[in-house]
């Protein structure tokens, strides 16, 4: 009886598992049906006609788009030149995050002679306490110009529109800059090594990306997963190549030419998929890093010292490891 029970148990939770997939596969088919019927109804002109993008779905983002910089009392490329920029995107109300990258690799300057300076990206507040949040980083702005800010909506699923809106100020503002590098901002990046890699001979001067580069990462099909993306969107089995997200460098003539290849894509949400995605268009190929543990994104922690001595970027678990890492970075080491 008991064996009995246990098998229509089975049986059932396996009917339940596939009711499941069906009615998310018919979701799926249902939201690029409704989307193919919008572009050959004439809802949608072309990959470029972002601007009319009411509802984008699940997948893509409503990018490009006439987005305003509401806050932007940065001199940072105005009244200066700096050699480096880090552009670290964050949540508007994680003033915490900010104050630690301040306190540690972002107040670093100048490095190795040259100048380095720090920009932090940053979108629209939600939730019930977003004026409160708002008024919070016009204050925050005031006492650093460090903050640039544009009215999209800030959100994890916004992340492409976020990385675009900061490649149009870059490419307004930032052309006689020599390199820009994207943070997240629970990454320790070590200035000194970014420096030393990006002075090398060998470095490219234009066209050039660099980070931890995927080359072979695959399209993911189970609907289960955060990053799933189906058929209809995307054809291919792989992403074309690009540099993971939590820290990439680039010439500073590339912000400009990705934008003008993101006018024939249709924007994906997952942000660095979308760049790799630029980059082929334009017929560029990231750049491996000298050493693969330049970056790591998923590390074994503790780090001991001589691993931060050749770390350029790392993921941290939490602001006093980042704080205790930073420290540790700026000892001399031999290994």
Known sequence: MGTRRALLKCVFFIILAAVVVFFIYMNTAGECGRWDHRRRTGELTGAASGSQWEDPGPYHV?????????????????????????MVPVAPGDAAARDLIRQTW?????????????????????????????????????????????????????????????????????????????????????VRNLLKLLLEPGTAKRNYMTGLVWWHSPVLRNPFNKFYMPRCV??????????????YVMSLDLPGKILGASLQIKPIFI???????????????????????????????????CSLSKVVAVTTTSPSQMRRYWERSREEVRC
Not at 63 to 85: A, G, H, V
Not at 167 to 177: D, I, Q, Y
């Open 62 to 86: 409503a990018y490009p788009r006439n987005y305003k910089f509401i806050m932007d009392d940065t001199q940072t490329c105005k009244s200066t030149t700096p050699f480096l920029i880090l």
């Open 106 to 190: 972002g107040g670093e300057n100048p490095v190795l002679g040259h100048l380095v300076e720090t920009v932090f990206v940053t979108g629209l507040p939600g939730g019930a306490h977003a004026e409160q949040t708002q008024e919070k980083l016009r204050e925050e702005s005031r006492l650093h110009r460090d903050l640039i800010q544009s009215n999209f909506q800030d959100s994890y699923h916004n992340l492409t529109i976020k990385t675009m809106v900061m490649l149009e100020w870059l490419a307004k503002h930032c052309t006689e800059s020599a390199f820009v590098v994207k943070v997240d901002s629970d990454v320790l990046l070590h």
């Open 234 to 247: 995307i054809a291919e089995s792989e992403y074309p190549p690009y540099p993971l997200g939590m820290a």
């Open 271 to 305: 942000e660095d998929a979308h760049l790799g995605m630029c980059l082929k268009r334009l017929g560029i190929s990231p750049t491996d890093p000298p050493r693969r543990d330049m970056f790591i994104v998923k590390p074994t922690h503790p780090l001991n010292s």
